[in-house]
C-alpha cells in the first residue's frame, strides 16, 4: 500500500468515528463557557456535599465536561476515586487538566449509554449532571447506571428546574437547554425509577437548580 493510500485510510477513519461519535452526544448538552458556569456554580464542593458525597466513595462523574464538578468530588472523597467520563476527547483533556492538583482521578472516553462496558467495578454514587436533559432514553441510561451500582449506591441527577428560559438569566444572558428540554422533578422520577430506583431525597441548589437522589427499589426503608 501506498503512502498516499495509507493516509486516506486513516483520514477515513477517524472522518467516521468523529460522525459516530457527534450522532451519540446527548442533545443540548455542549460544555457551558467557563465565565458564566463558575458564576452559577460559585461552590461545586458546597454542591457535591449536598449531594451526598462523602470521603472514601468511588464515584462516576458522567458527562463530566470540562471536570468542575469532578474536581470537587475528588477533592471530598480523597483516598477513593472518581472516574470522569466523556464522549468528548476535548473536555476530557481540559477535565485533566483541571484535576492536576489532585491523585484520585481516572478518566474514560466513552458514552455514557454503554457505561457498564466501561467500568470494571462496581461504584458508590454516580452524577450525572446537566445532561440528562438531552438523553434520548432516558430509562435505559438510568438502567445502565443501576448496572454499575454497588447494591446500596446512589444517583444524583442534577437538572435544571422547569422555568422558562428567559427567566434564568446569568451574567445578563438567558442561560441553559430550552425551556421545553427542562424537566421537574417528578418527570425525572418517572423516567428513572424504572429502572429499579426510587426517589430518596430532592435537594435545592439554587437558583434554578435541584439534585434528585435515587437509591435502588427497597433500600430507602433500610
Ligand atoms: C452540559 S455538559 C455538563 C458537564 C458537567 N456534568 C457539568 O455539569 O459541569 C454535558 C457533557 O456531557 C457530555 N456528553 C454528551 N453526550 C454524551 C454521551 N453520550 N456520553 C458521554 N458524555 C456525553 C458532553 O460532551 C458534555 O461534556
Not at 125 to 150: C, M, Q, W, Y
Request: glycine share 8%.
Amino acid at each position: 500500500m501506498s503512502a498516499g493510500s495509507a493516509v486516506k485510510r486513516i483520514s477515513t477513519h477517524e472522518e467516521g468515528t468523529h460522525m459516530m461519535v457527534q450522532d451519540q452526544l446527548f442533545a443540548a448538552t455542549a460544555m457551558p463557557d467557563r465565565d458564566w458556569w463558575q458564576t452559577l456554580w460559585s461552590d461545586p464542593d458546597a454542591v457535591v456535599k449536598a449531594l451526598g458525597v462523602k470521603r472514601g466513595m468511588e464515584v462516576i462523574d458522567l458527562g463530566c465536561g470540562y471536570g468542575y464538578f469532578t474536581a470537587a468530588i475528588a477533592r471530598q472523597i480523597d483516598p477513593g476515586h472518581v472516574i470522569g467520563i466523556d464522549l468528548d476527547p476535548e473536555m476530557l483533556e481540559q477535565a485533566r487538566a483541571a484535576c492536576k492538583a489532585t491523585t484520585n482521578c481516572i478518566w474514560r472516553f466513552g458514552d455514557a449509554m454503554n457505561l457498564s462496558h466501561l467500568i470494571a467495578n462496581p461504584v458508590d454514587f454516580v452524577l450525572i449532571a446537566n445532561s440528562l436533559h438531552g438523553v434520548p432514553d432516558k430509562t435505559a441510561l438510568a438502567t445502565e447506571v443501576a448496572a454499575t451500582l454497588r447494591p446500596t449506591g446512589r444517583i444524583a441527577i442534577v437538572n435544571w428546574y422547569p422555568i422558562a428560559r428567559e427567566q434564568t438569566p446569568v451574567l445578563g444572558q438567558p442561560r441553559g437547554p430550552s425551556t421545553q428540554l427542562r424537566m421537574s422533578p417528578e418527570q425525572t422520577r418517572v423516567v428513572v425509577e424504572p429502572a429499579g430506583f426510587e426517589l430518596e431525597t430532592l435537594v435545592e441548589l439554587p437558583p434554578y437548580h435541584y439534585g434528585a437522589i435515587f437509591v435502588r427499589s427497597g433500600e430507602r426503608r433500610k
